[in-house]
């Protein structure tokens, strides 16, 4: 689970089953933005159908929300690998200048508080 791909999926301005499909899909995700839950999977957990779920994914994937690599398992379809577009290289661990742009100075107010969000990075 990523929180910060919760959070932003939040704030996005989507119709509700898109918004709803988008939070399953970033409360799969990893530190990098990148999951593949099952159609079946999403479906229960947005209480929907798994007709309305890949409705709501082509609408994202063409809003660009988020992109999609499909694999097949022999002659069967495999999960698809969902990667949360617009969050791109500030999810990737490796990419520590992308962290140091989200990372923020604690208020003088929190002196038990860490300087930053990262301090491993800093």
Known sequence: MSVKAISWAWEQPL???EK?????IADHADGE????P???GVAEKCGMSR?????HIKSLEAEGY???KRRRNGNHQGSNIYSISRLGRHFSLENKEA???FAYEVSPGCPHAPNRLWPALA
């Open 15 to 17: 119709k509700p089953g």
């Open 20 to 24: 709803l499909v988008l939070l399953a």
């Open 33 to 36: 933005g990148t999951c593949w």
């Open 38 to 40: 099952g159609y079946e």
């Open 51 to 55: 007709r309305a779920v890949i409705k």
């Open 66 to 68: 988020i992109a999609i």
């Open 99 to 101: 962290h140091r742009a």
